[in-house]
Nanobody
Framework: QWQFVESGGGLVQPGGSLRLSCTAS????????IGWFRQAPGKEREGVSC????????DFRDSVKGRFTISRDNAKNTVFLQMNSLKPEDTAVYYC?????????????????WGQGTQVTVSS
Protein backbone atom coordinates (compact mmCIF):
# COMPACT_ATOMS: atom_id res chain seq x y z
CA GLN A 1 0.00 0.00 0.00
CA TRP A 2 1.35 3.38 -0.96
CA GLN A 3 1.34 5.80 1.93
CA PHE A 4 3.47 8.16 3.93
CA VAL A 5 4.89 7.49 7.38
CA GLU A 6 5.14 10.54 9.60
CA SER A 7 7.44 10.69 12.62
CA GLY A 8 9.16 13.15 14.93
CA GLY A 9 6.23 14.39 16.94
CA GLY A 10 6.18 14.66 20.71
CA LEU A 11 5.64 16.88 23.71
CA VAL A 12 7.55 20.15 23.71
CA GLN A 13 7.41 23.31 25.76
CA PRO A 14 6.35 26.62 24.20
CA GLY A 15 9.28 28.11 22.32
CA GLY A 16 10.75 24.69 21.63
CA SER A 17 11.46 22.93 18.35
CA LEU A 18 10.60 19.70 16.61
CA ARG A 19 11.56 18.23 13.28
CA LEU A 20 8.94 16.10 11.59
CA SER A 21 9.76 13.56 8.92
CA CYS A 22 7.52 12.28 6.16
CA THR A 23 8.82 9.17 4.42
CA ALA A 24 7.19 7.60 1.39
CA SER A 25 6.53 3.89 1.64
CA UNK A 26 6.25 1.82 -1.52
CA UNK A 27 6.77 4.63 -4.02
CA UNK A 28 9.07 7.48 -4.90
CA UNK A 29 8.10 11.02 -3.98
CA UNK A 30 10.63 12.50 -6.41
CA UNK A 31 8.06 13.89 -8.87
CA UNK A 32 5.44 14.86 -6.34
CA UNK A 33 4.70 18.01 -4.40
CA ILE A 34 4.35 17.24 -0.70
CA GLY A 35 2.13 19.00 1.77
CA TRP A 36 2.03 19.04 5.56
CA PHE A 37 -1.35 19.35 7.23
CA ARG A 38 -2.53 19.40 10.82
CA GLN A 39 -5.73 18.69 12.63
CA ALA A 40 -6.48 19.81 16.16
CA PRO A 41 -9.30 18.22 18.20
CA GLY A 42 -12.66 19.47 17.01
CA LYS A 43 -11.19 21.36 14.07
CA GLU A 44 -10.88 20.72 10.38
CA ARG A 45 -7.65 19.57 8.84
CA GLU A 46 -5.70 22.57 7.56
CA GLY A 47 -2.73 23.01 5.29
CA VAL A 48 0.49 24.06 7.00
CA SER A 49 3.18 23.97 4.34
CA CYS A 50 4.06 22.43 1.02
CA UNK A 51 7.08 21.99 -1.21
CA UNK A 52 7.10 21.53 -4.95
CA UNK A 53 8.57 18.51 -6.69
CA UNK A 54 11.43 20.64 -8.02
CA UNK A 55 12.21 22.06 -4.58
CA UNK A 56 11.89 25.56 -6.07
CA UNK A 57 8.60 26.52 -4.50
CA UNK A 58 7.33 26.39 -0.95
CA ASP A 59 4.29 27.79 0.81
CA PHE A 60 3.31 28.29 4.43
CA ARG A 61 0.15 29.33 6.17
CA ASP A 62 0.45 32.76 7.72
CA SER A 63 0.45 31.55 11.31
CA VAL A 64 3.65 29.53 10.83
CA LYS A 65 5.61 31.80 8.51
CA GLY A 66 9.01 32.63 9.92
CA ARG A 67 8.83 29.70 12.36
CA PHE A 68 8.50 26.62 10.16
CA THR A 69 10.67 25.52 7.25
CA ILE A 70 10.16 22.66 4.82
CA SER A 71 12.76 20.69 2.92
CA ARG A 72 13.07 17.45 1.00
CA ASP A 73 15.71 14.79 0.47
CA ASN A 74 14.67 12.72 -2.52
CA ALA A 75 17.56 10.30 -1.97
CA LYS A 76 15.99 9.45 1.39
CA ASN A 77 12.46 9.63 -0.03
CA THR A 78 11.66 12.01 2.82
CA VAL A 79 10.29 15.50 3.40
CA PHE A 80 11.02 17.38 6.61
CA LEU A 81 9.13 20.04 8.52
CA GLN A 82 11.31 21.98 10.93
CA MET A 83 9.15 23.69 13.52
CA ASN A 84 10.71 26.37 15.73
CA SER A 85 9.27 28.74 18.31
CA LEU A 86 6.37 26.39 18.83
CA LYS A 87 3.17 27.71 20.36
CA PRO A 88 0.34 25.90 22.16
CA GLU A 89 -1.88 26.61 19.15
CA ASP A 90 0.43 24.44 17.05
CA THR A 91 -0.80 21.41 18.99
CA ALA A 92 -2.34 18.96 16.54
CA VAL A 93 -1.84 15.71 14.69
CA TYR A 94 0.41 16.45 11.74
CA TYR A 95 -0.01 14.61 8.44
CA CYS A 96 1.73 14.67 5.11
CA UNK A 97 0.35 13.82 1.70
CA UNK A 98 1.20 14.15 -1.98
CA UNK A 99 -0.15 16.16 -4.86
CA UNK A 100 1.14 17.53 -8.16
CA UNK A 101 1.30 21.26 -7.47
CA UNK A 102 2.23 22.91 -4.19
CA UNK A 103 -0.89 24.57 -2.80
CA UNK A 104 -1.97 24.30 0.83
CA UNK A 105 -5.33 25.96 0.25
CA UNK A 106 -6.89 23.44 -2.10
CA UNK A 107 -9.25 20.78 -0.84
CA UNK A 108 -7.53 17.92 0.98
CA UNK A 109 -9.14 15.65 -1.60
CA UNK A 110 -6.48 16.93 -4.01
CA UNK A 111 -3.89 15.15 -1.89
CA UNK A 112 -3.24 11.41 -1.63
CA UNK A 113 -1.21 8.73 0.16
CA TRP A 114 -2.09 10.06 3.60
CA GLY A 115 -0.23 8.58 6.56
CA GLN A 116 -1.41 8.00 10.11
CA GLY A 117 -0.01 11.27 11.38
CA THR A 118 2.25 12.21 14.27
CA GLN A 119 1.06 13.99 17.41
CA VAL A 120 2.61 17.34 18.30
CA THR A 121 1.76 18.73 21.73
CA VAL A 122 3.04 22.13 22.81
CA SER A 123 2.50 22.63 26.51
CA SER A 124 4.30 23.73 29.63
Amino acid sequence: QWQFVESGGGLVQPGGSLRLSCTASGFSLEHLAIGWFRQAPGKEREGVSCISSTNRSTDFRDSVKGRFTISRDNAKNTVFLQMNSLKPEDTAVYYCAATYYCNIYVSITEYKYWGQGTQVTVSS
